[in-house]
């Protein structure tokens, strides 16, 4: 697995990265400057770009990556100062938040702004003030826990990470950017460090969410939330809600469009899912793994001996890889 370097780096450049990959971000394609990258539309649209790390940019070069990507400001926890506590990675959630509301006050431009935070994240440490509502695992979950100790600390973080957020959200929909700003909201990772799925539920144990907010005045009528989407979809949703017929390079569909429909994702894990099933491949040895949806259990799949239209998620998804090691080894500048 490609792990968060590798999710940010195929998010952040448009096109698909492959498990087992090298990492752009610490290799010499890191200083070149990639037309297809996440902010490129929306600086041609006279936005100012913003990339906030609540923790060190060195990490994994971020610091000197993220300006080739066409952020004009790249912020970690050094440019939040001293005044805010810190876990292991940086600063906690809350504190993030209250820095990011500082940046969005700053001046009155348009501004893209990506955010990662660092709270949700081994080994799971809280502010000493935080009061952790009551957990307690479901009956049904039980028997997935790997570790129960660990699995209780993760979701009280996660509790607590989901709470900040929501303050943020609230504040956001309660102010003067209420309808005028877009918020979407991703995970990096599942719980596969506390948590065991049975094979049956490969989409639950991969999947992670996805929040977005579009204010009621741009927001469509109608969308179909069973499409399937991932990271690299991201993106292409928010140019077309936000931008007017701007032109972008992207390998994801536009999740509110028709298009949608029909999505083949991918992910680093080396899963391929569509509505017509999922293969689970290791091209390196040529073992395959096929499912097909289970009809009358929702969202489980059903083990396989073919699927229809394989070939063609197979084709889809070496072509992606092809296409994205091509363009990022072969961008001149």
């Known amino acids: 697995m490609l792990g968060t370097i590798g999710s940010l780096e195929g998010a952040m450049t448009n096109v698909a990265r492959c498990s087992n990959s090298w990492h752009i971000a610490q290799s010499k394609y890191s200083y070149k400057k990639y037309e297809f990258a996440w902010p490129v539309p929306y600086k041609k649209n006279n936005y100012e770009t913003t990339f906030i790390y609540g923790g060190n940019t060195g990490w994994r070069n971020l610091g000197n990556f993220m300006p080739n990507l066409e952020f004009d400001n790249v912020l970690g926890e050094a440019s939040m100062g001293n005044s805010y506590p810190r876990n292991q990675w940086g600063v906690y959630d809350e504190d993030l938040f209250k820095y990011l509301l500082e940046v969005l006050d700053q001046n009155d431009k348009k ?22 509502m009551s957990i307690k695992i479901p009956k ?15 979701l009280a973080v996660y509790q607590y990470s989901n709470e900040m957020l929501g303050r ?42 996805f929040y977005l ?14 499409v399937f989407g991932s990271h690299l979809d991201i993106m292409p949703t928010l140019y077309n809600v936000s931008l007017s017929n701007s032109d972008y390079m992207a390998m994801g569909e536009n999740l509110i469009s028709n298009d949608a429909k029909n999505n083949i994702i991918f ?37 396989s001996q073919w699927i229809a239209k394989e070939q063609d998620m197979i084709k889809h998804y070496l072509s992606a890889i092809a296409v994205s090691e091509y363009l990022i080894k072969n961008t001149e500048k």
């Open 111 to 132: 501004k893209f702004i990506y955010v990662m935070t660092t709270t949700n994240h081994h080994p799971y440490s809280l502010p000493n003030d935080y009061k952790v």
């Open 168 to 209: 943020f959200i609230t504040k956001i929909k309660n102010s003067k950017y209420a309808d005028n700003t877009i918020i979407a909201v991703t995970g990096d990772h599942n719980f596969l460090d506390c948590l065991s799925y049975p094979n049956e539920r490969l989409l639950d144990a991969l999947s992670v969410p």
């Open 140 to 154: 049904e979950l039980e028997q997935n826990v790997v570790n129960k100790r660990l699995g209780e600390k993760r």
């Open 267 to 303: 992910l680093d894990t080396g899963v391929i899912m569509s509505k017509n099933g999922v293969v689970e491949h290791n091209f390196l040895n040529g073992n395959f793994s096929r499912y097909v949806w289970n009809k009358d259990k929702y969202r489980q799949v059903l083990p």
């Open 213 to 226: 907010y579009i204010p009621k005045n741009i927001r469509p009528s109608d969308v179909d939330v069973s």
